[in-house]
């Protein structure tokens, strides 16, 4: 366990080593890095430049949250040029076609539900899915800011009220209970769409009683 945690601890020695002499940018290289290709701790880096310097706090939420959409656009490039055999490698048939039917019923939110999910969302193989199944490049990247920005802005928040550990604790309940949890975001993105079609609704209905009654 000594050894274990001594590894961790160069590791994030290390990783702070590199990220020190590129300031605040750090932390959006560090995102487009992960957003690329790496499965990098995003989150404890975000956690800790937002707990160093607490002021900062909404532009660290940016930059991390742009980063990872800038990085995106590798696998985009990689799922839309031939990653369909690499999905079907690394995906069961019955995987395949659920993703699939997902995206094609709901294309914006296949994308953007996993996005916001923390590890271990298999979100590269979901990114290069929303590639291959030809979801257009700025839906794809709005779907990316859009889920990002909301994650580290929560992530944000509770490292605040609770610090850095916040991270790990987070881990091990999404790990424990991913199912409920991804029900839970999943329920509350409805919600919110449902809610927002019926403002529109009555903003429509609205604006057409003025033209007539003018």
Known sequence: ?????????????WIGAILAPLGIWGVFAFAAVDGAFMGLPLDAIVASYIYKDPHRFLLYVLLAAL?????SIVLYVIGYTGGEVLLRKRLSPERFQKIHASFEKHEFLALLVPVMMPPPTPLK????????FEMSLWRYLLAIFSGRML?????????LK????????????????FRWVLLAVA?????????RRQAAKKSTAMGAENTTAV
């Not at 366990?1 to 020695?13: D, E, L, N, V």
């Open 125 to 132: 193989a979901v990114m290069l899915a929303a590639a291959v």
């Open 187 to 195: 329920v509350g993105l409805a919600i919110w769409l449902i809610w």
């Open 162 to 177: 609770f610090g850095p550990t916040v991270v790990e604790l987070g881990a091990k309940v999404v790990a424990s209970h």
């Open 1 to 13: 366990m000594q050894t274990i945690k001594h590894i961790i601890s160069a590791y994030g020695k």
């Open 151 to 159: 994650r580290f802005l929560i992530l944000g928040l509770l490292t």
């Open 67 to 71: 980063g990872s959409t800038v990085g």
